[in-house]
């Protein structure tokens, strides 16, 4: 599976993004999808996850309530809706296909985006 994230760009506090995830291939009902962000001289972190058919999803703390995640199966893509941004959601996001395991970790995780570069001005 190969994973193209884009969507993401320079926005004030207090505004939204949406972020989207195309994957190729046939197999893409058969994994659980992540998205993951990485700021500047920090570990890459968990956001989120959507299970395979869309019905289960899970949030880390910072996030919830703020952040919901969707799926398209029909359309191969996957997305990160981003509300009431705040300057610490600055990062890169990815998103993730994993197969196995429903995990928070980015270990779990067998493919990975190239990353989109969200920045959130106060």
């Known amino acids: 599976v190969q994973l193209q994230a884009y969507g993401g760009g320079l926005v004030q506090a207090g505004g939204s993004l949406r972020l989207s995830c195309a994957a190729s291939?046939?197999?893409?009902?058969?994994?659980?999808m992540g998205w993951f962000r990485q700021a500047p001289g920090k570990e890459r972190e968990f956001v989120g996850r959507?299970?395979?058919?869309?019905?289960?999803?899970s949030y880390a703390d910072p996030v919830k309530g703020r952040f919901s995640i969707s799926r398209d199966n029909a359309k191969n893509t996957v997305y990160l809706q981003m509300n009431s941004l705040k300057p610490e959601d600055t990062a890169v996001y990815y998103c993730?296909?994993?197969?196995?395991?429903?995990?928070?970790?980015?270990?779990?995780?067998?493919?990975w985006g190239q990353g989109t570069q969200v920045t959130v001005s106060s």
């Open positions: 993730a296909a994993g197969s196995v395991d429903w995990s928070s970790r980015p270990g779990a995780y067998d493919y």
């Open positions: 291939g046939r197999t893409f009902s058969s994994y659980n």
């Open positions: 959507i299970n395979r058919n869309g019905y289960v999803t």
